[in-house]
């Protein structure tokens, strides 16, 4: 029966395992988590489905990464976009999930249009499907027609990863599936596009010439900035991190260009320890991204809301949620000794490697590269000090979370599986980096035996640099020795009696939550910053009782999405226009139907008589 | 045991600093000034002093104090400011040193936001926003600094015998990161609790007591290590080998270059006015300039 099926199905190097220890390492927390989540606000039989619907978007996405067949993968890469379709609109209370699935299904099949055209001009060059195949025939491509094949699969896996200006259906799609799902799909499955053009760029068609590299660069750091600023100006939690998923595949593909650069440059190892970076990053961003929603979802479904303006002092409420989510915005704040901290160090220590040993412009080139990652991590822990600090400190905005309560404990034990990943992948750097050599030394058929990129079991020593080392458990060591000798002296030779009392209030003795901070007067000074491209929009109205008293105030501002408007809103309107231009020819009239019948009828007759 | 030496000498000599400054200014504006010790009587009065907690806090605002200033103390056993290499050197590198500090600086903006008070969220916010800012330019002089020994290891930036452009230029674009860093004027003003203009001050409004002075403390050694990294790029005399007989001229030469710039950021607060926030954006755009300049330096080798 499966005699259309090639000999040799299943791919399991080490790029392969890489990513199915990533998708297991997220996937399986989620599912701990979905039963304390789905509870309680679906009915039985919508639960059972969304089980399903969840095991086969896991089991696809792990089949995707696994085969090595063309056709193969693209049948699953469809498939999972179709699974995940369905799990974007699940919630389909809300006008809004049919709205966002729309555009994600849109997006995702314009992506999928420019694979299936890079698939059809490998086939015609190695006459197979088949991963070993395409890579041996690929050798005797022209450049040229590599040229296009990259540009085609940057398009197509750019779609899914979410690059500027490709990212639009992302903050969409992902805030809008159940938590558990957006964790899976923020923190999953837009690496597998990362996979697609790892394993189809970098492995089978082989990098080509320095500009792909540069590209790369260049709309990562374009992707980096635009999504942690977009991330800074949401007040919805899920926005927030979906935008701030579009930064982190920005500091992954900073890792693979520059990977692809190093390799057009013929410097092995840097190509290899660039790479390292780049995949450090992506399973730590599965970690912690997989963990900022789960526990996103954990206040949604404890308040109600998922608006940070209506929440605030959720630490109090729900001690456990907090802690697992200020880890998780430590993490992704590149705060050490945690992994994204390990990551971002690399990623940096790559750029300035490089730089070290390429001569002239690049070095520049490179160091500035360098520097938009350094504001772009000064943007993201800002961004974060905003998320955690509004949603779960101070007092409650409203009464969504004044009455939360701590949430079931499988969704805890969900959250808590992914935060001790994000410690472990902090401390055991080194030998994750170890594991991590093997897997960018296959993908780039590179041989790593006589490169060293540790010291010992703690320390990371990338061989190439002078002296440069990093040791997170030293550094925590560190830390905690520090800070208990600061604790020991504050108890040992404080005096003074400690007492609690209300914040100062300037002798108002009415402070509330609505004096405090908001999340948009947090993001101010950064809107005026970068008004050049949010351009923000802002309109005050006074309502005066008399002169002297204003009797209410109204604000309102809002920024403007500069690639909806002046990129997808044209292409939509023209779209449409065309649509309503072949409306013309279809009035409804069975005359002229029969008439379009007679008129095919005759021009087939006529053509088919060449024969 | 040189490393404790050198700890125990950066929080001696870093509240002397700030008591330096403010006393140059003082006389500047032909003011007598109060004593240069005045940090530390000041400290040792927070410390005796009782304390008060907001209601509203969480457990953020109570560790906060130990968090800043244990990262900030890590930096302090990172860099060699009286040994040449620090024992503990495998602990990370140059690059690390900003993580470091980007950590005590999370948590205080944590801590502003922890209390409710729209001040502390407005410092949180500036002070992100101002942090963020620095970032680039930080990486820039960084990068441009290591271009020149080709490794971002601190001992060999500690360790340079030769003055180049690049590090003139450097160093001045990282005099422009202090004085946003270390909250002074034109950024911020130490001395004025107004709403409108504090930054760090705000942050740290709720604090009193004990946990005040740990992060008035820590924000002393913050201090202290951003002079000593521009005093060693624009005077760049190697560290000594390392035994005691070595270290007294040593300090003696710290505290006579760090008391140069002292002088120089005292020049810069009395001669300039504090600028609106947002034009920090484009005060901090020239620092990230002069880094990119800096870096152009390197790569010609000058």
Same mark, same amino acid.
């Given at each position: 029966m499966l005699y259309f099926l090639p000999q040799k199905l299943f791919l399991f190097d080490s790029l392969s395992l890489f990513f199915l220890v990533v998708i297991l390492i997220v996937s399986l927390p989620s599912l701990v988590y979905s039963f304390g989540y789905l509870k309680g606000? &679906?009915?039985?039989?919508?639960? @059972?489905?969304?089980?399903?619907?969840?095991?086969?978007?896991?089991?696809?996405? =792990?089949? %995707?990464?696994?085969?090595?067949?063309?056709l193969i993968f693209l049948v699953f890469w469809e498939i999972m976009s179709l699974v995940s379709y369905f799990l974007v609109i699940f919630d389909t209370k809300h006008a809004r999930s049919i709205q966002a699935g729309l555009i994600y299904i849109v997006m995702t099949h314009i992506g999928t249009a420019f694979i299936i055209a890079a698939f059809m001009i490998l086939h015609n060059h190695a006459h197979s499907f088949d991963f070993f195949a395409i890579k041996n025939a690929c050798l005797a491509m022209p450049s040229q027609t590599k040229n296009i094949v990259f540009l085609l699969f940057l398009i197509g896996f750019g779609t899914k990863a979410g690059i500027v200006p490709l990212h639009i259906w992302l903050? &969409?799609? #992902?805030?809008?599936?159940?938590? #558990?799902?957006s964790s899976i799909m923020s923190g999953v499955m837009i690496k597998t596009a990362i996979y697609g053009i790892i394993r189809f760029v970098m492995f089978i068609l082989g990098v080509n010439s320095s500009w792909w590299g540069v590209l790369i660069l260049i709309l990562a750091v374009i992707t980096c900035l635009v999504g942690i600023i977009y991330a800074l100006m949401e007040r919805d939690i899920k926005r927030l991190l979906a935008y701030s998923s579009v930064e982190n595949i920005g500091i992954i593909l900073l890792g693979v260009g520059l990977s692809m650069f190093f390799i057009s440059l013929n410097l092995p190892y840097l190509a290899v320890f660039s790479l390292i970076a780049g995949l450090y990053h992506l399973v730590n961003h599965a970690i912690f991204k997989g963990l900022l929603f789960l526990c996103a979802g954990s206040v949604y479904k404890a308040t109600g809301t998922r608006d940070i303006e209506k929440l605030g002092g959720l630490i109090k409420k729900m001690p456990q949620t907090s802690a697992y989510f200020l880890l998780g915005a430590m993490a992704i704040s590149a705060l050490p000794p945690l992994n994204g901290f390990v990551s971002e160090w690399l990623t940096l220590q790559a750029f300035f490697l490089g730089a070290f040993n390429v001569i002239g412009g690049s070095k520049l080139f490179l160091g500035i590269c360098a520097a938009m990652l350094a504001l772009t991590s000064g943007l993201?822990?800002?961004?974060?000090? +905003?998320?955690?600090?509004?949603? @779960? /400190?101070? +007092?409650?905005?409203?009464?969504? =979370?004044?009455?939360?309560?701590?949430?079931?404990?499988?969704?805890? %034990?969900?959250?808590?599986?992914?935060?001790?990943?994000?410690?472990?992948?902090?401390?055991?750097?080194?030998?994750?980096? !170890?594991?991590?050599?093997?897997?960018?030394?296959?993908?780039?058929?590179?041989?790593?035996?006589?490169?060293? $990129?540790?010291?010992?079991?703690? *320390?990371?020593f990338p061989q190439m640099a002078k002296n440069v080392y990093l040791s997170t458990p030293l550094l925590a060591l560190w830390l905690i020795i520090l800070g208990i000798t600061g604790f020991a002296i504050y108890r040992i030779f404080g005096r003074g009696k400690l007492t609690i009392y209300k914040t100062w209030d300037c002798g108002y003795y009415k402070l509330d939550s609505r004096n405090e901070y908001t999340a948009t007067a947090f993001s101010k000074p950064?809107?005026?910053?970068?008004?050049? $491209?949010?351009?923000? &929009?802002? !309109? *005050?109205? +006074?309502?005066?009782?008399? $002169?002297?008293?204003?009797?209410? @105030?109204? &604000?309102?501002?809002?920024?403007?999405?500069?690639? !909806?408007?002046?990129?997808?809103?044209?292409?939509?309107?023209?779209? /449409? +226009?065309?649509?309503?231009?072949?409306?013309?020819?279809?009035?409804?009239?069975?005359?002229?139907?029969?008439?379009?019948?007679f008129i095919t009828l005759l021009l087939l007759l006529i053509f088919m008589r060449q024969f | 045991m040189m490393i404790i030496l050198q700890i125990i000498l950066l929080i001696i000599t870093a509240p002397l600093l700030s008591g330096l400054i403010t006393k140059i200014k003082n006389n500047l504006r032909m003011r007598k000034g109060q004593s240069v010790l005045q940090p530390y009587y000041n400290l040792a009065k927070l410390f005796f002093k009782d304390e008060v907690i907001s209601e509203t806090a969480s457990w953020i605002f109570r560790v906060t104090p130990f968090v800043v200033l244990s990262s900030t103390l890590v930096v302090g056993i990172l860099i060699p400011v009286f040994i040449f290499t620090s024992p503990v050197h495998q602990m990370g590198d140059f690059l690390v040193i900003v993580f470091i500090f980007a950590l005590g600086r999370f948590f205080l903006a944590l801590s502003a936001l922890d209390t409710g008070s729209s001040f502390g969220g407005m410092g949180a916010s500036r002070e992100m926003f101002i942090s963020s800012l620095v970032e680039p330019a930080l990486c820039m002089v960084i990068f441009a600094v290591s271009l020149q020994f080709g490794s971002t290891d601190i001992s060999a930036f500690s360790s340079m015998h030769v003055i180049s452009v690049s590090s003139v230029v450097a160093a001045l674009a990282l005099f422009l990161i202090t004085i946003a860093e270390t909250s002074r004027i034109p950024v911020d003003n130490q001395e004025t609790h107004l709403e409108l203009t504090m930054v760090h001050e705000a942050m740290v409004l709720e604090y009193s007591g004990r946990s005040l002075a740990l992060i008035e403390m820590a924000s002393y050694i913050k201090q202290m290590i951003l002079f000593f990294l521009i005093a060693q790029l624009i005077f760049p005399i190697g560290l000594p080998v390392g035994n005691f007989a070595q270290i007294l001229p040593w300090v003696l030469w710290y505290l006579i270059r760090i008391g140069i710039i002292a002088v120089l950021v005292a020049l810069v607060e009395v001669s300039v006015a504090k600028m609106r926030l947002f034009r920090v954006a484009d005060f901090l755009g020239f620092a990230f300039v002069l880094g990119v300049v800096a870096t152009v330096c390197a790569i010609l080798g000058v």
């Open positions: 606000d &679906y009915s039985a039989a919508k639960i @059972f489905l969304a089980q399903v619907l969840l095991l086969a978007f896991v089991l696809f996405m =792990a089949l %995707i990464v696994s085969v090595r067949n063309c903050p &969409y799609a #992902h805030p809008q599936a159940p938590s #558990h799902i993201a822990a800002a961004c974060f000090v +905003k998320a955690f600090g509004v949603t @779960f /400190l101070a +007092k409650p905005k409203s009464h969504y =979370a004044e009455s939360a309560k701590e949430v079931a404990l499988s969704m805890r %034990i969900g959250m808590l599986i992914l935060a001790v990943l994000i410690v472990i992948f902090g401390l055991a750097a080194a030998l994750i980096i !170890k594991l991590l050599a093997k897997v960018s030394g296959s993908a780039l058929s590179i041989d790593i035996s006589n490169m060293s $990129f540790c010291l010992n079991n703690f *320390t990371l950064f809107r005026i910053a970068f008004s050049f $491209f949010l351009l923000p &929009y802002r !309109k *005050t109205q +006074k309502i005066r009782e008399s $002169f002297y008293h204003i009797k209410s @105030f109204t &604000y309102e501002t809002r920024t403007t999405k500069i690639f !909806k408007k002046y990129i997808y809103d044209p292409v939509l309107a023209m779209v /449409l +226009k065309a649509a309503m231009f072949m409306r013309r020819i279809q009035p409804g009239s069975i005359h002229l139907y029969l008439g379009y019948i | -």
